[in-house]
């Protein structure tokens, strides 16, 4: 069965301060790895796919890169704005359909001023 | 550019009631998934379409029923509610499994 952990659970910085949020993996074969950003109530907004180890993408200020075990999203002078639930789900490969996206608990950033 | 709608965005229903929740797909996705995400929860997988057949199923109660239309909208029917029920449910749609979006949500309510 395909598991997603992420950590820290939580994690508080300061307007400014970079770090880092970890997902880890396991999956039958790997088809994608996706990364969204979710505010309280609302829906999960796509950030990222990623679907090779090596790959890294990028977007203002956070950057995701792909391992064969894990994923990070770095985060770059985060500002109060970056505040979020920020979630990591794993899509398998196979089938003639596109499967569905497993998620991880989720990291709870909060920014402070 | 367009994304994925749901419709309502809230809904109180009483126990033991029928609920209907509807997605809109982004033009020209082949692919849409439910998901129930409970309070500080991760979504869940409910069930999935390809090109408007059932792909796949997650952890969806027999209460619970969906399907996809010709215009590629898909419905998710919910019988006998139970308090357990209330949560958010989202719709999201994907280009051949690509990017997959959400819709906001549709907040249900059992009282």
């Known amino acids: 069965e395909d598991q997603v952990t992420q950590s820290p659970e939580a994690l508080r910085l300061q307007e400014g301060e970079s770090s880092s949020l970890n997902c880890s993996y396991t999956?039958?074969?790997?088809?994608?790895l996706f990364w969204y950003r979710q505010d309280p109530g609302k829906g999960p907004e796509f950030l990222f796919t990623l679907y090779s180890a090596g790959e890294e993408k990028e977007k203002e200020r956070l950057k995701a890169t792909l391992t064969k075990k894990e994923s990070f999203l770095h985060i770059t002078a985060p500002k109060p704005e970056d505040s979020a639930t920020y979630l990591c789900a794993v899509q398998a490969r196979g089938g003639t359909s596109y499967g569905k996206l497993t998620f991880g608990q989720g990291t709870i950033l909060t920014v402070h001023p | 550019a367009a994304g994925v709608i749901q419709s309502p965005r809230h809904l109180i229903k009483e126990k033991r009631e029928t609920a209907t929740l509807k997605c809109y797909p982004i033009?020209?996705?082949?692919?849409v998934y439910w998901y129930q995400q409970g309070p500080g929860q991760d979504p869940q997988f409910l069930i999935s379409?390809?090109?408007?057949?059932?792909?796949d199923k997650g952890s969806i109660p027999d209460r619970f029923s969906a399907q996809q239309f010709s215009d590629y909208h898909s419905e998710l029917n919910m019988s006998s509610l139970e308090l357990g029920d209330s949560a958010l449910y989202f719709c999201a749609s994907s280009l051949r499994g690509f990017e997959a979006f959400f819709g906001q949500g549709t907040r249900l309510t059992v009282v």
């Open positions: 033009p020209r996705h082949d692919t």
């Open positions: 999956v039958s074969g790997l088809r994608g």
């Open positions: 379409f390809y090109e408007k057949m059932q792909s």
